[in-house]
Nanobody, 118 residues
Framework: QVQLVESGGGLVQAGGSLRLSCSASGSIFSINVMGWYRQAPGKQRELVAD???????NYADSVKGRFTISRDNAKNTIYLQMNSLKPEDTAVYYCNVRVPLLGNRNYWGQGTQVTVSS
């Protein structure tokens, strides 16, 4: 059983910063891709950023230069440092882990709300 526990969401003014954390437990194997997705009201869930176990990163164009994803493999934990936040960043942020050795099976966290006020 894989569990993802997220923390760090909240309310912040435009231009501010937040840091999200996600810790994974269970059988996710050492080779995986962990990342953050977000879903705003009335919109589809979209990739924000992800990072492989080899630390290759991938970012949505809308967050490049503002967000930084990192990971601690020893702790099975990823972080998302979000700077220069904009109101359009408001969404529920979901942690995800994808495990290639399990046929690219996806696991999801429960989500954490990020609200950016103008």
């Amino acid at each position: 059983q894989v569990q993802l526990v997220e923390s760090g969401g909240g309310l912040v003014q435009a231009g501010g910063s937040l840091r999200l954390s996600c810790s994974a437990s269970g059988s996710i194997f050492s080779i995986n891709v962990m990342g953050w997705y977000r879903q705003a009201p009335g919109k589809q869930r979209e990739l924000v950023a992800d990072i492989s176990s080899g630390s290759t990163t991938n970012y949505a164009d809308s967050v490049k230069g503002r967000f930084t994803i990192s990971r601690d493999n020893a702790k099975n934990t990823i972080y998302l440092q979000m700077n220069s936040l904009k109101p359009e960043d408001t969404a529920v942020y979901y942690c995800n882990v994808r495990v290639p050795l399990l046929g690219n099976r996806n696991y999801w966290g429960q989500g954490t709300q990020v609200t950016v006020s103008s």
